[in-house]
């Protein structure tokens, strides 16, 4: 016995037919390439070097200043803008508000020569 029309509607049949029908055609417009665009999202990745030391205490693109260093190559830096002081250890992160997790790494540090190797990294 075959339903009528608003017995389908109230059914769902039709609605469910109709909707599988414009599934299928989109996807195969996608899959063809005809009919649909895809925004490409360019991220570009920057990165700068930094070197601390006694002589050039304070780096303004970091907005920060070397406090000290410790014998272990542990480094503690103030950033300027909020008075926050920092500690990382050669190889990991400065890690607060101003820098991320990963925005400020400290490469390397030498207590003996008072120096210490940073590299800024950010992307837009």
Same mark, same amino acid.
Not at 38 to 52: A, C, G, S
Not at 84 to 94: D, I, N, T, V
């Given at each position: 016995?075959?339903?009528?029309?608003? /017995?389908k !509607? @109230? $059914?769902g &049949?039709?609605?469910? %037919?109709?909707?599988?029908? #414009?599934? *299928?055609?989109? !996807? !195969?417009?996608? #899959?063809?390439? /005809?009919?649909?665009? =895809?925004?490409?999202?360019?991220?570009?990745? +920057?990165? &700068?070097d930094? *070197? *601390?030391?006694?002589?050039?205490?304070?780096?303004? =693109?970091?907005? $920060?200043r070397?406090?000290?260093i410790?014998?272990?190559? %542990?480094? &503690?830096?103030?950033v !300027?803008? %909020?008075?926050?002081? *920092?500690? @990382? &250890?050669p190889?990991? +992160? =400065? #890690?607060?508000k101003?820098?991320?997790?990963?925005?400020?790494?400290?490469?390397? @540090? /030498? @207590?003996?020569?008072?120096? $210490?190797?940073l590299?800024?990294?950010? $992307?837009?």
């Amino acid at each position: 016995m075959e339903m009528s029309l608003p /017995s389908k !509607i @109230a $059914a769902g &049949k039709t609605f469910e %037919t109709f909707g599988s029908m #414009v599934i *299928l055609a989109i !996807i !195969i417009l996608c #899959v063809t390439g /005809s009919g649909c665009s =895809f925004n490409q999202v360019t991220i570009r990745e +920057y990165q &700068k070097d930094i *070197l *601390l030391s006694k002589a050039h205490s304070q780096d303004d =693109f970091i907005g $920060a200043r070397l406090i000290w260093i410790g014998g272990d190559g %542990t480094t &503690k830096i103030h950033v !300027i803008s %909020t008075g926050r002081e *920092l500690k @990382a &250890k050669p190889g990991s +992160y =400065f #890690v607060s508000k101003e820098y991320g997790t990963e925005g400020l790494q400290l490469i390397s @540090a /030498s @207590a003996e020569k008072g120096e $210490a190797r940073l590299v800024a990294r950010w $992307a837009d």
